[in-house]
């Protein structure tokens, strides 16, 4: 018993109340990795990296399944009163990123998004032969996925816009251009903070699951952006739902969910590497 109680009275002095945190606490023991390469050859004769492009394969044909069916579940019904709604397709999508993610980030990093992967290879967290593999694979799987949805009931799926993503009425495509982008910003700049190894070290004190704040950050920028795109921040979504439904009206503004999800991913990147790391800045041994 005695043992006990010295055992709690060193631990109750060996951890303050107050950690410290911000910048006050950079002097904990971190050191930077170095950056991925551009190209690296080797990859192509491991498993492992074949592994994590079916891994993103499979992930984003789960998530265009489950999305895509649950926006037909919703625009099929004559009055939103009985369906899930806006809230529930801005729910199916954040939930499906956190649910995905969560499975495959061991594996592949859980990107399900071309705009994410090109952020991250920006930032040199991944090569570009890497970056490539996982675009290709995150589009076959969108296209295999929503093909599945339209297969359940084609006339149903083509007569209410099969889940592509255009610019609605009453808005331009500049408005729906800054809203790709801003949204893709929010995003992307949530998976560097989550996922940062350097916070993990740094603010230790603080847990925190990285799948919760990106399927958290994907409702949030569903609800707000569904009204004006349908919300892509996605290219690969809308690439899968525009080939499969088909329409001129669908292509006449996919260039928009290629182009804005890619400058916000860009910007986040810079944003998180530049201001929030500072690490062009750090001084060199």
């Not at 995003?187 to 958290?216: C, E, M, N, Q, W």
């Not at 569903?222 to 001129?248: D, E, F, M, Q, V």
């Amino acid at each position: 018993m005695e043992g006990k109680e010295e055992d709690v009275r060193v631990g109750a002095n060996r951890f303050s109340e107050r950690q410290p945190i911000g910048t006050a606490a950079q002097d904990k023991d971190y050191t930077e990795p170095p950056p991925a390469p551009l190209f690296e050859p080797g990859e192509l004769s491991s498993w492992s990296f074949y592994r994590a492009g079916i891994a993103e394969f499979m992930a984003t044909f789960l998530f265009l399944y489950i999305t895509i069916l649950t926006v037909m579940g919703v625009v099929k019904s004559d009055t939103k009163c009985s369906t899930v709604g806006i809230q529930g397709i801005a729910w199916a999508f954040g939930g499906m990123i956190f649910a995905l993610v969560y499975c495959t980030a061991g594996i592949s990093g859980g990107h399900i998004n071309p705009a994410v992967t090109f952020g991250l290879l920006l930032a040199r967290k991944l090569s570009l032969t890497r970056a490539l593999f996982y675009m290709v694979m995150q589009c076959l799987g969108a296209i295999c996925g929503a093909g599945v949805v339209k297969g359940f009931k084609k006339g149903l799926y083509e007569g209410n816009g099969g889940g592509a993503n255009v610019v609605a009425a009453g808005y331009t495509k500049g408005d729906g251009l800054g809203a790709e982008i801003v949204g893709t910003f929010i995003l992307v700049y949530t998976v560097f903070s989550a996922t940062d190894a350097k916070r993990s070290a740094r603010d230790s004190h603080v847990p925190i699951l990285a799948p919760l704040p990106i399927g958290f950050a994907v409702f949030l920028v569903h609800l707000a952006t569904i009204p004006i795109t349908g919300t892509g921040i996605n290219p690969a979504r809308s690439l899968g739902a525009a080939i499969i439904y088909n329409k001129k009206h669908a292509w006449d503004d996919h260039w928009i969910f290629w182009v804005g999800p890619f400058i916000g991913a860009a910007l986040a990147a810079m944003y998180h590497q530049v201001v929030i790391r500072a690490i062009p800045f750090k001084s060199r041994p």
